[in-house]
């Protein structure tokens, strides 16, 4: 009686050992800035596209001159190169890391006055069209990170992924689902005196 307890209670510590080793390595790569460290929840955090165009990082405009409050989240020229600041915000934030292929919310900091929230959210306008805006709805605002090439981009996934990149339309580059991708890399906010 007492081998088969011994044998049973090695046979239950070797699975539970074994189970949480597959656990630990299988956690999906944390996505890192342009130095090399980890992307942490609650910091700030700009895009800088690597695509080498007159474009920059990203920002919030009205997409409509007659309602500045339906805000849109566009790709800024390169005369402000790093855009509006981003925060990250994981499905579990509790372990503080961010990473690839897991849903996130963007927060993204303007200086309009009439934003309801800086949530970044999928809203479908032209003939079918999705693009990102920010405003106070909850549905379509889960994204992902995904490593692309050298750098990463941004997946929106319902049933399917679709990459966000951009479309020109009047002038301004809206982020949206379509075809080619925004590919980027990420750079912390420096705050002075620190």
Known sequence: MNKLFIFQFISIFAIFTNSCLCEASSAPNPVLD???KILR????????????EKYG???VEPTDNNNT??????????VEPHGHGLELIPVDKKKGVIRVSTDLKVAIYSTYDCLNSTMWQLEKYDGGRYFVNVGPKVRRNWFRIEKYGQGYKFVYCKVICKDVGVVMINGQKRLGLNGAPLVFNFKK?????R
């Open 189 to 193: 906010e420096i705050l002075e005196g």
């Open 41 to 52: 929840t609650e910091k700030t955090y700009f895009i800088v596209p690597i695509n080498g």
């Open 34 to 36: 342009i130095t090399g």
């Open 57 to 59: 990082g990203v920002a």
């Open 69 to 78: 409050c339906q805000l849109s989240v566009i790709q800024k020229r390169y």
